[in-house]
């Protein structure tokens, strides 16, 4: 067997694979269900039903599609480039640290405090993403595994940060920081539903990333970095400084997923704000082929498989988990459905 | 030896071997024998078939017809390994070494059962001692490949067919990385080895070569046999014929205009890198009108030489000067911003990038200028009118602009690589190996050009492994060995034996 | 000083090796994929499946043993899933490998969940127990140090010791080292590249899946959530300290474990416990930072890591 290119696709192998992959992924996700003893229709009723059967399960899908979309955005960024951005869980909490620290320290009107609070979440995440890349340009450490490391570390200080400095003295006990002031917290995007300006701020970040990526001399040297760094260097274009300025945009992007969540939805700053944000962005930006914006459609699709499984879970016997074995089979599957929109598998 | 070989001395025979691509027809109903003892030349020129032949012959593809019989057995088609077994040996072009290993394990490698306890070590290595003897190959079989010299490594591949008791030994342009005395070693020991009974096949685009080694010759154009002769009954001109089908005009140009100095290299040094050669103070100067042609054995520091003149390194040591002036900072982009229209070596890795559109690939080094984008914001009509231009102008056959180049034959992408550097109207021209693969048509078309450019007034300096295209081009011709250059000799003053021996390092005074 | 007591003291280094085992298994098995030119990314995901796998096993009634099989059968699995995504197909190693670390860990905490839904403290299994090697245990400092561990801990020794023995000894290893230099190497001697890279990725990974299943049949003796934690990661790190030499890796795994284990003694001292015990958390993944830092420049990598292999494709 042998892989061998497909001049021109076709609309229906472009489009066709792609579903084929979902659908297996719907294969796998009822014989889970089945495992757990439960109806597989029933159970991926149920699972729909919880991510878009109401308004209020709708609303909680884009509540939970904001921050997916902001991770989602600074892997497909990164990934273009061929940088291996692992690291937007630690950028991410970067970006919510800096919006607690300058929401409940500074004291700063409303006006100017949301502009500030962003401002410094775009840096501390930019930041924390620069550390591995600087490493990776200068020293040549693969940018991998430290961007996952820095994960378990930033983790750790923020842990630290909630048990010293930072702790709520009002919190009985618990490590969480003080609370934003209402008056600096992001407004609802429409008066009286339950959705605030994070999701209208991500829109218009994939709009904005987009717009890089096709129209601007950077989104041309990112992905000419991305397809081949040898004759991006030969043909002049800064393929370091192309790096770390993107860099400076997938770890700002990230870290703005924990500013709309502390100052959207949260208030405060806690040990579990994200449940894996930044590795879910990783499928959210795999599954939309890291077009920016696929990846606002895809971090909606995988944020109701998770309120859907959430609410599947406390009516049938299945565990939540079948959420997140889906999702990971989606990813293996697309990847192959990808593959094979560009090669066939021939013999000899 | 004649063509009338006994069957009974027949040890390779294929007959009718068709295999397609789609629509191409790599190889069209390929049938030749090969006999005991003979060295057998296979020629033609690049995408005639050759290397389809040879992976069908390895099992890596499967003929659509046609079978391969070695020593009266048929092989299974498509079975990796089945010719191996079967006593064929090949030496790839492209060495197939593991540098991290010794001599020794890259020979034994594959020859034993994977689940032996122990290596043999000891015994491999009488043996392979012992066959270096008989055929002429030196090599110490202790050295890790890593540290070994080009021609050291081809020795290598030899003796692991020789090891595996390879009875016919197939040669992909041996020459093509050895400097003529290493050539001439190597034909004794092709000689030494077919007087032991083993029979050669010796794939080739140079003529004399196959005139010296072979006793018959088969030529392959267009994926079909085009002709099969004796060695003895044919000649240069006749073979060349063959292979291309009709008498061919290589450019002749006449000698060019030489005008005032562009670029001069003075005592410019670069340390070694890993395997690559450095530069030992090298003195060079590009004159306007004028091509400098630069002869030598790959990997004597002519990649070194190329990215200094075409901005991929700073020079260590010495002075670049410019237009007169002593460059400090130097870049891609300096060096493009100095007039400097680079062909690179290696059009796929560093000339172009394959996922990109023809129009993103005409941009690649311009795309900054004012004339493709404005305050970092792309000027896409801007950059497909020039795409657009480049491909009516220098013949580029493509579905068009917003083609990938990927889908782009070899000759086409060149085309669109020599677009894009002559557009920006270039002072200094680096043309590194320009028309390496291509074929014949789109060969003498970007020679023709860059000839032109030169009589426009560009100062070019040719880079080739391919002594008689240095020959017939150049103006001045410089060799480098070991990282050094030779004095510039004119056009006409040097024979292709004193050259060659300029190639292998004699002449040259130590004094860098 | 405390920290001189602490070093000379026997009991310090048998915590090592307890440290060191998992790290050692697990790197063993990365390293094996490595050298054949593939990046695994999903060790992490491959030592809790390990780690939830060996557990299980022996909660519904195996034994010890039995349960260290089904651990690495599990890792084996999820390595051929690894394999063929990433071998025939060529698909880039570190998405798919991070989908595998996501649809192991997944799959884990799935059937974790499905076999025990309502546990409010983990249940517990009996786990490997400390065997006194005879004659060697008594030996003041090294009996103590070296032969007094769970029989996992020896196995983790004697794997490194038959990887090295393997890789440079055997035409097996020999092939593998090839393949993953330059796999046009091995293909022309007429030898698979693709069932050379798939079986070390399938072994590699039961490999790996053991270092997991060491936390919870030697180190603890229940599963629990996270308890992996970055360790298939820190191992990365340890291949490339070790410069892809089984020998310098376990050296390294050791090393990294005494640090660990001296972190954990520091923070009981009085000094130590001015310090938040966070900063002691971060050191091991501090550490993997530096050793990828130190060790960037000077290691030979494999030359055909992370790059596919395509017949016929030149």
Not at chain 3, 166 to 190: F, I
Request: with cysteine; charged share 15%.
């Amino acid at each position: 067997m042998r892989l061998e290119p497909v001049a021109d696709p076709g609309l229906l192998r472009m489009l066709g694979l792609p579903l084929l992959a979902l659908g297996a992924t719907v294969v796998v996700a009822s014989v889970l269900a089945m495992l757990a003893g439960a109806n597989p229709f029933a159970t991926l009723g149920l699972i729909v039903k919880g991510a878009a059967g109401s308004k209020f399960a709708a609303l909680e899908t884009l509540n939970r599609a904001t921050p997916l979309i902001f991770t989602g955005l600074a892997v497909a960024v990164a990934f273009r480039a061929k940088l291996w951005n692992i690291g937007a869980e630690a950028q991410l909490y970067a970006g919510a640290l800096m919006t607690v620290v300058i929401g409940t320290q500074m004291g700063l009107p409303g006006v100017l405090a949301v502009p500030a609070m962003a401002l410094a979440a775009i840096v501390a995440g930019a930041v924390v993403l620069l550390v591995p890349v600087l490493l990776k340009v200068r020293m040549g450490v693969d940018e991998v595994v430290t961007t996952l490391l820095f994960n378990f570390i930033m983790l750790l200080f923020i842990s630290l940060l909630l048990e010293g400095p930072l702790k709520d003295p009002m919190g009985m006990g618990w490590p969480k920081t003080e609370s934003l002031p209402r008056e600096i917290r992001l407004p609802r995007l429409v008066e009286g539903l339950r959705l605030h300006w994070g999701f209208g701020l991500a829109l218009i970040a994939a709009v904005a990333v987009w717009v890089i990526q096709t129209r601007t001399t950077l989104g041309y040297e990112i992905r000419a970095v991305g397809l081949n760094p040898n004759a991006a260097r030969f043909a002049g274009i800064p393929v370091n400084r192309v790096l770390v300025k993107t860099a400076l945009l997938s770890g700002g992007l990230a870290a703005l997923a924990g500013f709309s969540e502390v100052a959207g939805l949260k208030g405060n700053l806690t040990l579990d704000l994200s449940p894996g944000f930044g590795y879910t962005g990783i499928i959210v930006a795999m599954l939309a082929l890291l077009h920016p914006l696929g990846v606002v459609v895809s971090a909606i699709f995988v944020a109701g498989v998770f309120v859907g499984a959430d609410s599947m879970s406390r009516a049938a016997e299945v565990p939540t988990y079948i959420a997140d074995i889906s999702l990971a089979t989606a990813l293996l599957f697309m990847v192959v459905a990808i593959l094979l929109t560009r090669f066939r598998l021939v013999r000899g | 030896m004649t063509q009338t070989t006994a069957a009974q001395d027949v040890v390779l025979r294929l007959t009718g071997i068709t295999k397609r691509f789609g629509k191409l027809t790599a190889n069209d109903d390929i049938g030749f024998a090969l006999a005991r003892g003979e060295v057998l030349a296979l020629l033609g020129e690049n995408g005639a078939g050759k290397t389809t032949l040879m992976n069908i012959l390895f099992g890596h593809y499967t003929a659509d017809a046609g079978t391969v019989e070695i020593f009266g057995e048929t092989l299974p088609p498509g079975a990796p390994g089945a010719a191996l077994k079967a006593g064929v040996g090949m030496v790839h072009q492209h060495f197939t070494l593991a540098e991290n290993l010794s001599v020794t394990e890259n020979i034994v490698l594959g020859t034993q059962s994977l689940w032996r306890a122990g290596l043999g070590r000891a015994a491999a290595r009488d043996r392979i001692a012992a066959l270096s003897r008989d055929f002429g190959l030196a090599v110490d079989p202790d050295a890790r490949v890593r540290s070994l010299s080009v021609g050291e490594r081809q020795r290598v591949e030899i003796l692991k067919a020789l090891y595996r008791d390879a009875r016919i030994l197939i040669l992909d342009e041996p020459t093509a990385v050895l400097t003529p005395q290493e050539a001439d070693a190597l034909f004794d020991t092709l000689r030494r080895a077919t007087a032991q009974g083993l029979s050669v096949i010796f794939i080739s685009h140079k003529l004399h070569e196959v005139m010296a080694i072979s006793q018959r010759v088969i030529v392959l154009r267009h994926g079909r046999v085009a002709g099969e002769v004796a060695t003895a009954d044919t000649d240069r001109h006749k073979l060349a014929e063959m292979m291309v089908g009709a008498e061919v005009a290589l450019p002749h140009p006449g000698l060019g205009t030489p005008g005032e100095v562009l670029m001069e290299l003075r005592g410019v040094s670069l340390p070694a890198q890993g395997r690559r050669s450095g530069l030992a103070g090298i003195d060079l100067a590009l004159r306007a009108g004028q091509i400098t042609g630069i002869a030598g054995v790959s990997g004597n520091g002519q990649s070194a030489l190329a990215d200094v003149i075409g901005g991929v390194t700073a020079p260590a040591g010495g002075a670049l000067v410019v237009a007169g002036a002593e460059v400090t900072e130097w870049s891609p982009r300096a060096a493009l911003d100095a007039g400097v229209g680079r062909i690179p070596e290696d059009r796929h890795a560093t000339g172009s990038i394959a996922d990109f559109t023809l129009t993103e690939n005409a941009v690649l080094e311009a795309y900054a200028t004012g004339q493709f984008s404005r305050r970092g914001w792309m000027d896409w009509r801007a950059a497909r009118a020039h795409a657009a231009a480049i491909i009516t102008t220098y013949d580029v056959r493509c579905p068009g602009p917003e083609a990938r180049i990927r889908l782009l034959s070899g000759g086409n992408m060149q085309k669109l690589i020599l677009g894009r550097a002559l557009e920006a109207a270039p002072r200094i021209i680096l043309a590194n190996q320009p028309v390496r693969g291509l074929d014949i048509g789109a060969l003498t078309y970007v020679q023709e050009r860059l000839i032109a450019a030169r009589d426009a007034g560009a100062a070019v300096l040719l880079i080739s492994e391919d002594l008689d295209e240095v020959l017939a081009l150049s103006d001045v011709i410089h060799v480098m060995s070991a990282g050094r250059l030779s004095p510039a000799f004119p056009r006409g003053s040097m024979t292709p034996a004193r050259l060659g021996a300029w190639m292998a390092g004699q002449g040259f005074t130590d004094a860098a | 000083m405390e920290i001189i007591d602490i070093l000379i003291s026997g009991s310090f280094w048998a915590a090592v090796l307890r440290i060191a085992s998992p790290l050692i298994f697990a790197t063993m098995g990365e390293l094996i994929c490595e050298r054949a030119g593939v990046l695994n990314l999903g060790i992490e995901g491959i030592m809790v499946i390990g780690a939830f796998a060996g557990w299980m096993a022996v909660y519904s009634g195996m034994g010890l043993w039995p349960g260290v099989m089904v651990a690495m059968a599990a890792g084996m699995l999820f390595g051929l899933l690894h394999a063929t995504l990433t071998v025939p197909l060529g698909l880039s190693q570190h998405v798919v490998g991070l989908g595998v670390t996501l649809l192991a860990t997944s799959a884990a905490y799935y059937a974790y969940r499905l076999a025990l839904p309502q546990v409010s403290s983990p249940p517990r299994i009996e786990p490997f127990q400390p065997v006194d090697i005879p004659v060697l245990s008594d030996l003041p400092f090294l009996g103590e140090a070296l032969f007094s561990q769970t029989p996992l801990t020896y196995l983790a020794l004697i794997t490194a010791g038959v990887v090295a023995l393997v890789l440079y000894r055997t035409p097996l290893g020999l092939a593998l080292r090839a393949a993953g230099e330059n796999p046009a190497a091995v293909e022309a001697q007429g030898l698979s590249v693709t069932a050379i890279r798939m079986g070390a990725v399938i072994v590699g990974s039961g490999l790996m899946a053991v270092g997991g299943a060491f936390l919870t049949m030697s180190a603890f003796s229940s599963f629990f959530f996270e308890m992996v934690n970055g360790r298939g990661w820190i191992c990365i790190a340890l291949v490339v300290f070790g410069a892809w030499r089984p020998g310098k890796a376990v050296l390294g795994a050791i090393l990294f474990a005494a640090f660990d284990a001296l972190q954990i003694r520091m923070q009981q001292t009085p000094l130590g416990a001015l310090v938040p015990y966070q900063v002691f958390l971060m050191v091991p993944y501090v550490l993997s930072i530096l050793a990828l830092v130190l060790m960037s420049r000077r290691a030979e990598v494999p030359a055909a890591l992370m790059v596919p292999y395509n017949r016929g494709e030149r």
